[in-house]
């Protein structure tokens, strides 16, 4: 009885939530983006955006996903979903990589690697099991800096 009374006490643990990014936080990174590098500004379509933010909470919640897939999520679903009128690429590579190192985890590709990945993706000649495994050759887990996640 004592083990049966263990496992069902497993069963109720929850998964540890990461630190998610929010739409606040993709508008900030988008207009950041575009003050340094320029282009059009305005959200094309808000139900894209968070559609987009939505999908890594949801693999989440009802899969197995890592913090590398996750973070390739953001990435993918901002790209493909195209919720701005410029920036969209730029904006979905940085929220991805925000994300990774919220989440303990530095990102290392050179900046040449990662525009020919992004626009792999958003190309369609890089799927995004691919951008996953992508992300996660480029990606390593940060030293722990005190933080208790």
Known sequence: MKSAVKRDAKRD??????????????????????????GSPGLRDEGLLQSALARPRQHHAYS??????????????????????DGYKRTGFVAG????????????ASEEDATQAVFGL??????????????????KRARNRGRNR
């Open 13 to 38: 643990v929850k998964k540890k939530d990461p630190i998610w990014i929010d739409q606040r936080d993709v508008l900030a990174i988008h207009d950041q983006l575009l003050a340094v590098y320029g």
């Open 64 to 85: 197995h996903s890592d913090v590398i897939e996750m973070a390739a999520l953001y990435t993918a679903g901002i790209v493909r979903n195209h919720p701005f009128v």
């Open 97 to 108: 990589i925000l994300f990774l190192e919220l989440n303990g985890f530095i990102f290392i």
């Open 122 to 139: 958003a190309g369609g000649t890089l799927d995004e099991a691919a951008y996953t495994a992508w992300m996660g050759a480029n990606s």
